[in-house]
């Protein structure tokens, strides 16, 4: 593994969010709709989780807070091992909560609810399979993730760890998108993360989907 640049904890001025994605379960390989199904790692997963965590422990983080479903305990417990912090856990972090989508694989989800994943995907408010929107899931994590970077030293970092959809629909949320755009954020891999900055008109989204540390803007984008 190459060592990170002394700057690398440093590169950006502001308080730095890093929002983490779980590790692998056996229902991600199946391509099974978790939602808010309590799913463990798998030992793979596992091993996601710890060389994750020794990148991100390079970058000093100041917070750890993540959702209570075991993944993503699972997966924050890495990092606080590194870091001698303590995790906060908190429910409005959990994955999406999808009704009678849960358990059933992609596959199964096309056959059975067809068109409503088809509006999904255009971006419709749509509650698949009889749960949350998109925007209720922004509505219930934001407002956490906020309160804890208002909490951070003005350069802080606070490391969020929490599931692919809550982290897209935040991010689409403190970047100010419509959220029939937050789609085209993309997903994020099993433990890859995005960091947001802080910047003179707000979060501005720096890395996405992210399994090496950041390096530094160098140009006339900084």
Not at 51 to 65: E, F, G, M, Q, T
Not at 115 to 128: C, F, H, N, T
Not at 184 to 206: F, H, K, Q
Request: some cysteine.
């Amino acid at each position: 593994m190459t060592a990170p640049g002394p700057d690398a904890g440093q590169m950006d001025r502001g308080r730095r969010l890093i929002l983490w994605r779980h590790g692998q379960t056996a229902w991600n390989v199946e391509r099974r709709f978790q939602g808010s199904t309590d799913v463990e790692l798998t030992e793979t997963g596992i091993g996601q989780a710890r060389r994750s965590a020794r990148l991100l422990a390079s970058l000093k983080p100041h917070a750890i807070v993540a959702s209570d479903l075991k993944r993503a305990a699972a997966t924050a417990a890495e990092l606080a091992g590194l870091t001698g912090l303590e995790v906060t856990h908190d429910e409005a972090l959990r994955e999406t909560y999808a009704g009678v989508w849960q358990g059933l694989t992609h596959d199964e989800i096309i056959a059975r609810y067809g068109d409503e994943y088809a509006a999904w995907k255009r971006g419709e408010p749509v509650r698949r399979g009889g749960g949350e929107l998109e925007t209720e899931v922004a509505d219930r994590a934001a407002p956490v993730v906020l309160s804890h970077a208002e909490k951070l030293p003005q350069d802080g970092t606070l490391v969020v760890v929490s599931h692919g959809g809550t982290i897209r629909t935040t991010i689409g949320r403190l970047l100010g998108l419509e959220s029939r755009h937050w789609e085209s954020l993309g997903g994020l891999s099993n433990c890859s993360w995005s960091v947001l900055g802080e910047g003179a008109r707000g979060w501005r989204l720096l890395e996405h989907n992210a399994g090496t540390l950041p390096e530094p803007v160098l140009g006339d984008d900084d």
